[in-house]
């Protein structure tokens, strides 16, 4: 999921910032150049200090107080593909930007207008003692413009939440209140997106073709590193729809062979490894039998679990490329184990 937090600044912005990272939604880290340095505070400057050059190569950009402002397409791209719940900060006047945003990810984006009224916009930026009179009246002039903005485009937002005091609540426990609503709703929401995507059917030609095995209860984790794969046209088979017992054992026999079979005519095996995958008895047996059949192995480590047992160490002599979340290519690490024979095409 995507949070597009639209007109956090100043103090507003760093509660943002600090209530989604205790969620455990991260920052989609933005490029800086500076066109104007007396209007910009360069120690509240997030992200990195770019040239001209490197900012045109910004998939998003805008401008505000003094700077140009990008984001890099993949960072966003991964979100957007499922991969992380992430958020960025944007006061952009360019609609361009949403609606690429809307366009591209349609309901993994979530559009809010943090809703500041012009009066306590000028009180708590009139407050600040780390600001000269020009800096000041420039942040004021920008949340009108943001606010004209939002009302002008209403339409592009999902929510506006307000900055605001309430009988029981300050301004900052109320805004943090409103988040923790839009994060659960948004969260729900992807989840049921997650399990509305259907992987497509496994292949089923009698070409060659990569066999995956798995726990059922790593599915979560791998779905986009499937789609990923099927993205880069590799024929893959999976267990989908099989039905199994609580110890993963298929509860029709008739599996037993279907399974054998179709490690039995794969090119490669390709299996993810994890504290899960290794107590599952059937992952051991789809994996005994491409041993068997002498099919070329593929593992693929999805967590750091180190384990005493000499079988669960016998997974160490295969290439075994290790998953990590912070890894926005790892699709394409596991692409390069496999060979060229099991795509579409067979040019990698």
């Given at each position: 999921?995507?949070?597009?937090?639209?007109?956090?600044?100043?103090?507003?912005?760093?509660?943002?910032?600090?209530?989604?990272?205790?969620?455990?939604?991260?920052?989609?880290?933005?490029?800086?150049?500076?066109?104007?340095?007396?209007?910009?505070?360069?120690?509240?400057?997030?992200?990195?200090?770019?040239?001209?050059?490197?900012?045109?190569?910004?998939?998003?950009?805008?401008?505000?107080?003094?700077?140009?402002?990008?984001?890099?397409?993949?960072?966003?791209?991964?979100?957007?593909?499922g991969y992380e719940n992430v958020y960025m900060t944007l006061s952009a006047f360019e609609r361009s930007i949403l609606i690429d945003l809307r366009n591209a990810y349609g309901e993994k984006v979530r559009i809010i207008y943090i809703n500041i009224d012009p009066q306590t916009l000028k009180e708590i930026t009139n407050a600040r003692t780390d600001l000269d009179a020009?800096?000041?009246?420039?942040?004021?002039?920008?949340?009108?413009?943001?606010?004209?903005?939002?009302?002008?485009?209403?339409?592009?937002?999902?929510?506006?939440?307000?900055?605001?005091?309430?009988?029981?609540?300050?301004?900052?426990?109320?805004?943090?209140?409103?988040?923790?609503?839009?994060?659960?709703?948004?969260?729900?929401?992807?989840?049921?997106?997650?399990?509305?995507?259907?992987?497509?059917?496994?292949?089923?030609?009698?070409?060659?073709?990569?066999?995956?095995?798995?726990?059922?209860?790593?599915?979560?984790?791998?779905?986009?590193?499937?789609?990923?794969?099927?993205?880069?046209?590799?024929?893959?088979?999976?267990?989908?729809?099989?039905?199994?017992?609580?110890?993963?054992?298929?509860?029709?026999?008739?599996?037993?062979?279907?399974?054998?079979?179709?490690?039995?005519?794969?090119?490669?095996?390709?299996?993810?490894?994890?504290?899960?995958?290794?107590?599952?008895?059937?992952?051991?047996?789809?994996?005994?039998?491409?041993?068997?059949?002498?099919?070329?192995?593929?593992?693929?480590?999805?967590?750091?679990?180190?384990?005493?047992?000499?079988?669960?160490?016998?997974?160490?002599?295969?290439?075994?490329?290790?998953?990590?979340?912070?890894?926005?290519?790892?699709?394409?690490?596991?692409?390069?184990?496999?060979?060229?024979?099991?795509?579409?095409?067979?040019?990698?």
């Amino acid at each position: 999921m995507i949070f597009v937090l639209f007109g956090a600044t100043g103090e507003v912005g760093d509660i943002t910032r600090k209530y989604f990272k205790s969620h455990g939604i991260s920052s989609i880290s933005k490029k800086n150049y500076i066109i104007d340095p007396t209007l910009v505070q360069m120690e509240r400057v997030n992200g990195d200090i770019v040239s001209r050059e490197e900012i045109e190569k910004c998939a998003f950009r805008y401008e505000i107080s003094g700077r140009t402002v990008g984001f890099e397409f993949a960072d966003i791209d991964r979100a957007g593909q499922g991969y992380e719940n992430v958020y960025m900060t944007l006061s952009a006047f360019e609609r361009s930007i949403l609606i690429d945003l809307r366009n591209a990810y349609g309901e993994k984006v979530r559009i809010i207008y943090i809703n500041i009224d012009p009066q306590t916009l000028k009180e708590i930026t009139n407050a600040r003692t780390d600001l000269d009179a020009t800096q000041k009246q420039d942040r004021i002039e920008n949340g009108k413009k943001l606010r004209y903005f939002f009302l002008k485009n209403r339409a592009l937002f999902d929510i506006d939440v307000y900055y605001e005091e309430t009988e029981e609540l300050s301004r900052q426990e109320y805004l943090q209140a409103q988040y923790e609503s839009i994060i659960i709703e948004a969260l729900e929401r992807q989840s049921k997106l997650d399990s509305d995507q259907e992987l497509k059917l496994p292949y089923l030609g009698q070409g060659k073709y990569v066999f995956v095995s798995y726990s059922h209860d790593d599915l979560r984790l791998i779905r986009p590193l499937l789609l990923g794969l099927l993205n880069k046209k590799c024929k893959i088979w999976y267990d989908k729809g099989l039905e199994t017992n609580a110890d993963e054992e298929p509860v029709n026999l008739l599996w037993e062979d279907k399974l054998r079979e179709r490690i039995s005519n794969c090119s490669q095996f390709l299996i993810f490894r994890s504290k899960n995958s290794v107590k599952k008895p059937w992952v051991w047996q789809e994996f005994n039998w491409a041993l068997e059949a002498g099919i070329p192995v593929t593992v693929v480590r999805l967590d750091d679990k180190q384990f005493g047992r000499e079988k669960f160490d016998f997974f160490d002599r295969y290439q075994n490329p290790t998953y990590h979340q912070d890894n926005i290519s790892f699709v394409e690490d596991i692409d390069r184990y496999l060979i060229n024979d099991v795509r579409v095409s067979s040019d990698k």
